[in-house]
C-alpha cells in the first residue's frame, strides 16, 4: 500500500459502516504545504503593506521546519496505515458517540477509519442501532503530532449537533503542553489576539484590532483567545485536575505589536495548561509561541527540535479533556484522558 503524500489538508470525513466493511464517503483534498515564507519575511511584510494587508506579528516557518516536517508527515503516514483502534483507547462510548484517547504521530482519519473493526470484534461495545445504520463522523480534530481526546460520533444527528457545540464555543477543553522558554512571571495569563494564514499559507498570530480584516488570498483574520496557567518550572509544582483551572480575569493581554522576546535567557522546561476559547488551527502553538514558550519539539513555531541530548519526533501538546452537554440525553459530561509520560516526567525535579 503506498503511503499518502506527506503534510495532508483534509475535508472532514465521514465513514459508513456496515457489517463487513465501510465505505469513505468524503474524498480527500490532498496538497503540499510548501512553507516559502520562510524566506525573506522582511520583503513578505514590505508586499502586505503595500497592500494594505495585515502584517503578521509572529516570525516565519523556521527554514529547518520544512525538512523535519516532511520526515515527521512520512513517519506518520506509515505509523498510520499501521495503526488499529483497540480499547485500550476508548475513554467512553455509548450508543451515540465514542471518545478516544488518540496517539501522538496518528491521523485522525486513521483513528476514524479503525472504529468499525473495533466496533465488529468487540462484544462491548454498546449496541443500540443496527450496524448497518452507523454513520461515523469525527466531531472534531487533533494535529498529527498532538494526542488526546477525539469525539466519534455515530448518526449524522449527532454529529451536526456536536459540531455545531464546537463551533458555538459551548465545549470547554483543555490542554497539557510542555514548553522550553524563560520561567514566565505569570501564573495565569489570557491571550486575545487574530488568527490567519499568512500570504504563502502558514498559520501566524495578528494584532486583536486586525480581526475582520482581509488576507492574501481572501480570508479574514479571525479572533483568537487562549487562557494558560503555569502547572510547573523545572520540575516544581503540581498537576491540578482540569476542574480547577481558573481565568485570570484581570491579566488579559490583548495582542497589538510583535512580543519582545530575549532568545539567550536562561531557558527553563515548564508545564502548561491551556483552554482555548475559540478553536483555530495551531492556536495553542502559536499563542505558546508568542509568550515566548514554544512547546517542545514544534519545530513550526520556534520549539527545539534537540534538548539535553535528545532529539523529538513531535510536538509535546495533549488534549486533556473535553466538557460538553450531551446532544442527545443533555446532560452534562466530562472526559479526561490519561495524561502521556512527558507531562508526568515534567513534574520531576
Given amino acids: 500500500m503506498p503511503f499518502p503524500l506527506p503534510l495532508l489538508s483534509l475535508k472532514p470525513a465521514t465513514l459508513f459502516f456496515t457489517p463487513k466493511a465501510f465505505v469513505f464517503l468524503s474524498r480527500s483534498s490532498i496538497t503540499m504545504s510548501v512553507q516559502s515564507d ?13 497592500q494594505n494587508y495585515p502584517v503578521p506579528l509572529s516570525p516565519p516557518l523556521p527554514p529547518i521546519s520544512k525538512h523535519i516536517e516532511l520526515a515527521r508527515a512520512m513517519s506518520a503516514s506509515s505509523k498510520s496505515s499501521l495503526f488499529s483502534l ?34 465488529c470484534d468487540s462484544a462491548e461495545s454498546v449496541a443500540g442501532t443496527p450496524a448497518n445504520q452507523l454513520e461515523l463522523h469525527l466531531a472534531n480534530r487533533l494535529d498529527r503530532d498532538t494526542s488526546g481526546l477525539m469525539v466519534i460520533t455515530k448518526s449524522h444527528k449527532v454529529a451536526s449537533k456536536l459540531v455545531k457545540a464546537f463551533t458555538d464555543h459551548k465545549i ?36 486583536a484590532s486586525d480581526v475582520g480584516r482581509t488576507l492574501p488570498g481572501g480570508s479574514m483574520v479571525r479572533d483568537m483567545e487562549t487562557s494558560f496557567e503555569v502547572l510547573s518550572i523545572n520540575g516544581q509544582g503540581s498537576l491540578k485536575e482540569p476542574s480547577e483551572f481558573k481565568k485570570d480575569e484581570a491579566n488579559t493581554v490583548v495582542v497589538q505589536e510583535k512580543a519582545v ?38 519545530v513550526k513555531y520556534e520549539g527545539v527540535y534537540e534538548w539535553k541530548g535528545r532529539t523529538y519526533d513531535g510536538h509535546e501538546l495533549h488534549a486533556e479533556s473535553l466538557s460538553f452537554e450531551h446532544p442527545i440525553t443533555g446532560l452534562p459530561v466530562m472526559f479526561q484522558a490519561t495524561v502521556p509520560s512527558w507531562a508526568s516526567q515534567a513534574l520531576q525535579p
Fill in 38 to 50: 520562510a524566506i525573506n519575511p522582511s520583503s513578505q511584510n514590505a508586499l502586505q503593506i503595500s
Fill in 86 to 119: 483497540s480499547r485500550d483507547y476508548v475513554v467512553f462510548e455509548d450508543q451515540w458517540l465514542i471518545v478516544v484517547n488518540k496517539p501522538q504521530g496518528v491521523y485522525c482519519e486513521s483513528v476514524l477509519e479503525s472504529v468499525p473493526q473495533l466496533l
Fill in 172 to 207: 470547554s477543553k483543555t490542554y497539557i503542553a510542555r514548553c522550553i522558554g524563560s520561567a514566565p512571571k505569570w501564573e495565569r495569563i489570557t491571550l486575545k489576539s487574530g488568527h490567519g494564514r499568512s500570504k504563502f499559507g502558514a498559520w501566524r498570530v495578528y494584532a
Fill in 261 to 298: 522576546i530575549d532568545k539567550d535567557t536562561k531557558k527553563d522546561e515548564i508545564l502548561v495548561r491551556a483552554r482555548p476559547r475559540s478553536g483555530r488551527t495551531h492556536q495553542i502553538r502559536l499563542h505558546c509561541q508568542y509568550l515566548g514558550i514554544s512547546i517542545r519539539g514544534d
